[in-house]
């Protein structure tokens, strides 16, 4: 079956660090991205990790390991505006016209002052 | 910049209804998709299209269709609404399968049914 798994919530403090971790279970891997969406509005794109190793851009870095099936998102120099939920998403096949992406649940991530 | 507009943002339909959610990108995007998204259980997949008069059934396609008479415009049908179809609903586009794309989404239809 098809399982992406993500803490459900987190809670960070302005300014500090937080690791939001994803594992999963596909019948194909082609490669993970990450949202951000603040409540009540749309998704917006954050990183796309396809080879192993570390992503950075900006305040931002994910991380893969295709052979444990983990991803994870570094969030550095928390602003209050990160809080928001995150989404793990996991493209299941081959670049193909008919390939798509599973989400997980996503993690509620709250940055207190 | 991407633009994936939705024709509304908030929807309250009667039990039975036939509802129409409409989804436009203005980027000539060959991929459009439809999720709904509940909580607890993330995003899900209704339907996609990968071209013109072409779709594809993603993981809850049932009580929904679709129809993508143009590139541009990706509608969503609720034959006959029912409650366990109160949702907020996504439409995305993507300019095409190439693994590097990402998927731009439309700001949201929170479809309530009574």
């Known amino acids: 079956g098809q399982n992406i798994d993500q803490p459900t919530e987190m809670t960070a403090t302005e300014g500090a660090i937080v690791q939001i971790n994803c594992t999963y279970q596909t019948s194909g891997f082609n490669g993970l991205f990450w949202y951000q969406q603040h409540a009540g509005e749309a998704p917006t794109f954050l990183s796309y990790?396809?080879?192993?190793g570390l992503e950075e851009k900006g305040r931002f870095s994910s991380f893969l390991s295709r052979s444990k099936g983990y991803s994870y998102l570094l969030l550095k120099e928390l602003q209050m505006k990160d809080s928001a939920s995150y989404l793990c998403a996991v493209r299941d096949g081959p670049v193909s016209a008919t390939n798509k992406l599973i989400f997980g649940t996503g993690t509620l991530l709250a940055v207190q002052p | 910049d991407v633009k994936v507009t939705q024709s509304s943002r908030y929807l309250v339909k009667r039990t039975g209804e036939k509802v129409f959610l409409e989804c436009v990108q203005d980027m000539d995007h060959e991929n459009m998709f439809w999720y709904r998204q509940d909580p607890g259980l993330g995003l899900r997949l209704i339907y996609f299209?990968?071209?013109?008069?072409?779709?594809e059934k993603g993981d809850i396609p049932e009580g929904y269709s679709v129809s993508r008479e143009k590139k541009e415009r990706f509608s969503l049908i609720l034959e006959s609404a029912s409650t366990n179809q109160t949702s907020m609903y996504l439409c995305?586009?993507?300019?095409?399968?190439?693994?590097?794309?990402?998927?731009?989404f439309g700001p949201g239809t929170r479809l309530t049914v009574t």
């Open positions: 299209s990968y071209d013109v008069k072409m779709k």
């Open positions: 990790n396809v080879l192993d």
């Open positions: 995305a586009s993507r300019l095409s399968p190439d693994s590097s794309y990402e998927q731009y």
